[in-house]
């Protein structure tokens, strides 16, 4: 890094480090005990605080909004999918679906080089000045995931097990194999990310440790004492922090390469929270009348969710003709009667030709997106509700009167926490786009993929059945030149973080961000002298929207 140091020793330099799902339920008392001592000392040196996510909380939405400073009604991305064009299947989101400048776009034109590591949708890599290395949802087997194009086989040559994703041992229920995949994908991660400090320049660095959140997902149920499947002593009892301390260890190897200059930013897209039970929101639509089942499929659909729920499902035969030595055999057959043998997660391309969508005036896209869809004409292919006026108003309302409503048949409380209109949340050129109805359920419910058996059913049935999800208040932690230290901040956004690291390299905020620059997390005289030196510091846009969190749901809740 020394070379690197000379060259750009002027300049105020940025490392952002995304932690997927980073949450203080686990990182409060894991530093507390000494087990995670970088993010420890990252606090003891710096600034943390709650940071909140936006609605939904989700790794799109919510990184997309870190690095534009904008709302989702601004850059285009809600979920991991985007409405549906020409049919009903999943349509998945990409790098140019999303609008508006990026935080690299805009230290470009200010003549400052990025390095863009694992960012979520960031394939295809645009041509940067810098460089940028594909992230989640890059498409499986491409090789042009890397900007410049060449660097992909520079990774494959000196990153010894160099790849994107971890392995698919959760197919085959093997516990431990896929925990020694998060484990070593990790690793490879930080293996690469300090290789490219080192031999790429650049003025913002950002890299994402995506598998922070897998481990929580699947492994939360082994750790949490409190979870009802809890099972007693076990042997995963700490696979979420061997991955936490991966990160931990590529912290301390960062700090230690780090020079006076640069100001690190560790933070995450969402928070985490135990769930109990899951929802089913369109077993829910369908049973209110608002989605429509064909007649002459139901005895089809029905039979594909029994096979599922009695195991006859993909994950299962793969699982158990690979023990046998015949993972070469569904090679055999078309996709088309491969389609017929139901995937691990039933979702939007097993059920869309089950549904009459002439008959339907409401759906979830995914359960990922946590609000429901007015079927809207012009919108979506068969939609059949106008896109504003008296109809939607009405038909909206009813859904939300009758969804506050909803009740868990075991405790007889209602479950939905919160529930806005996009309007509500959302601002911006692209609010469309969005869900109609955003929904905030209470802690310990999230929404499951398709249809079930009922509307509420048991959360973690199966042991790679998700015993954790995603809430809002996720973490920041900050430390450098300029930032106060072993300070507790008040919860932030995370549209706040674009401003702050362009406010952080002395350069100007723009207009048109959501967001705002974090000047507390800066010295009080830093601040000062930025103010009294030009005009151009603004480190407060003019407000014109919704918050992507409304400040109202900041309330933080923490196990210590
Ligand atoms: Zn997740």
Request: glycine fraction near 8%.
């Amino acid at each position: 890094m020394t070379d690197l140091a000379s060259t750009n020793a002027k300049r105020q330099r940025v490392v952002a480090i995304g932690i997927d799902g980073g949450s203080f339920r686990v990182l409060r008392p894991w530093m507390a005990a000494g087990y995670l001592p970088n993010f420890a000392r990252i606090a003891r040196e710096g600034a943390v605080g709650t940071l909140m996510s936006t609605i939904p909380p989700l790794t799109p939405p919510a990184f997309v909004s870190s690095m534009t400073g904008k709302n989702p009604g601004k850059h285009n991305i809600f979920d991991f999918v985007r409405v549906p064009r020409d049919g009903y299947r999943r349509s998945v989101i990409n790098s140019t679906h999303v609008r508006g400048n990026k935080l690299w776009t805009i230290l470009n034109h200010y003549g400052r080089k990025a390095g863009i590591v694992h960012f979520p949708a960031s394939y295809p890599p645009e041509h940067i000045d810098g460089f940028i290395v594909g992230g989640i949802l890059t498409p499986k087997g491409v090789d042009s995931h890397t900007w410049p194009v060449e660097l992909a086989d520079e990774l494959r040559r000196e990153i010894p097990g160099y790849r994107i994703y971890r392995g698919r041992q959760h197919l085959q229920g093997d516990l431990d194999g896929y925990l020694a995949s998060l484990i070593e994908t990790t690793q490879v991660h930080a293996t690469e990310a300090l290789y490219l400090m080192e031999k790429k320049e650049w003025d913002f660095f950002f890299l994402m440790f995506k598998y922070t959140d897998g481990a929580k997902h699947i492994y939360w149920k082994f750790w949490d004492k409190e979870h009802p499947d809890y099972p007693g002593p076990n042997p995963y009892e700490d696979a979420i922090l061997q991955v936490y301390r991966e990160v931990d260890t590529y912290l301390g190897k960062l700090l230690d390469r780090l020079d006076d200059d640069t100001t690190l930013l560790v933070y995450s897209d969402h928070g985490f929270m135990s769930v109990h039970t899951f929802i089913h929101l369109q077993n829910w639509l369908a049973r209110e009348g608002f989605l429509t089942i064909k007649t002459d499929e139901q005895r089809k659909m029905r039979t594909l969710m029994a096979m599922h729920h009695y195991g006859f499902r993909r994950d299962n035969l793969v699982g158990w003709l690979k023990r046998h030595r015949l993972g070469w055999f569904p090679k055999m057959f078309p996709n088309a009667v491969k389609d017929k043998v139901p995937r691990t997660r039933l979702g939007m391309n097993e059920f869309a030709r089950f549904i009459d969508w002439k008959q339907t005036r409401a759906y979830q896209l995914a359960e990922s997106g946590r609000g429901i869809n007015l079927h809207i004409k012009g919108r979506e292919p068969h939609g059949c509700v106008p896109a504003d006026g008296p109809e939607y108003e009405s038909l909206r309302s009813e859904i939300m009167y009758r969804l506050r409503d909803l009740r868990d048949p075991k405790t007889g409380e209602t479950v939905v926490a919160e529930m806005w209109t996009k309007e509500e949340v959302y601002s911006g050129p692209y609010l469309r786009n969005a869900p109609d109805i955003l929904i905030e359920l209470k802690k310990g419910y999230c929404f499951a993929e398709g249809f079930g058996k009922d509307v509420f059913v048991k959360a973690a049935r199966e042991p790679f059945d998700k015993s954790a999800n995603h809430e809002l208040e996720g973490v920041l932690f900050a430390r450098g030149p300029h930032i106060r230290q072993g300070v507790e901040l008040e919860p932030t956004d995370v549209i706040d973080i674009a401003p702050t690291v362009l406010y952080a390299m002395g350069l100007p905020v723009q207009g048109t961000m959501d967001g705002r620059a974090l000047t507390e997390l800066f010295d009080p005289d830093h601040v000062a002298r930025l103010r009294s030196r030009s005009t151009r510091w603004t480190s407060r846009p003019t407000r014109k929207t919704a918050m992507t969190t409304p400040r109202t749901k900041s309330a933080v809740s923490r196990t210590s």
